[in-house]
Nanobody, 119 residues
Framework: QVQLVESGGGLVQAGGSLRLSCAAS????????MGWFRQAPGKEREFVAR????????IYTDSVKGRFTISRDNAKNTVYLQMNSVTPEDTAVYYC????????????WGQGTQVTVSS
């Protein structure tokens, strides 16, 4: 089992920045690929970004490319999502998730953290 706890959400003005954190406990964090997802009101949950177990090969959805950065610190068992130049369209509950490999589903999810961007 892997337990994931997100933090860092809140209210931010459009154009501002926010950094989300996801702290992991349980199994060896460095064995897992990590991802960030979000779900806006009335919409399905969508992929935001992912990162390899070693911290390389970051992948982003098109709408956040150049604005968001995913990173991880395996010594701290934490994955981050740096959000810059946010817009109201970024308002959502943000979730982190873990999986063992690209061929596995995301088996472990956090409880989510709310990000609200005001215009």
């Amino acid at each position: 089992q892997v337990q994931l706890v997100e933090s860092g959400g809140g209210l931010v003005q459009a154009g501002g920045s926010l950094r989300l954190s996801c702290a992991a406990s349980g199994r060896t964090f460095s064995n897992y690929l990590m991802g960030w997802f979000r779900q806006a009101p009335g919409k399905e949950r969508e992929f935001v970004a992912r990162i390899s177990s070693s911290g390389g090969n970051p992948i982003y959805t098109d709408s956040v490319k150049g604005r968001f950065t995913i990173s991880r610190d395996n010594a701290k068992n934490t994955v981050y999502l740096q959000m810059n130049s946010v817009t109201p369209e970024d308002t959502a509950v943000y979730y982190c998730a873990a999986r063992r490999s690209l061929s596995d589903p995301y088996d472990y999810w956090g409880q989510g953290t709310q990000v609200t961007v005001s215009s």
